[in-house]
């Protein structure tokens, strides 16, 4: 069932791509073999107090969030796409996963 909260954020709209990892930043199911997340763990690391950031780039947007279990979950949205949906679809699967952690 964790897969499968992960495998639902992905939209095609907002959201392209999906992933969570591990407490220690390996990566536990991704919905793209080339959406590559584990960097923007060290960012998050530096804003520690912060439970979500929001990196965005040229081609696309990354958006992680920390769970209390130490998981993230990290989608990636185009350009142009909206946030504010794709944030409210992130915070309720890290609402949703944890029980299948």
Do not use: W, Y
């Not at 763990?41 to 992680?64: A, P, Y």
């Not at 949205?77 to 944890?98: E, T, V, W």
């Amino acid at each position: 069932m964790g897969i499968r909260i992960i495998a639902d954020l992905v939209d095609e709209e907002c959201i392209i791509s999906a992933a969570l990892l591990d407490p220690e930043g390996f990566t536990v199911e991704r919905t793209s073999n080339e959406f590559k997340p584990k960097v923007i763990i060290e960012l998050l690391d530096l804003q520690s107090d912060d439970k979500m950031i929001t990196v965005v780039g040229e081609h696309s947007t990354v958006i992680c969030s920390r769970i209390d279990t130490g998981h993230c979950i990290v989608i990636q949205c185009p350009n142009g796409s909206n946030l504010g949906k794709a944030r409210q679809r992130l915070s309720a699967a890290c609402s949703a996963i944890p029980p299948f952690l």
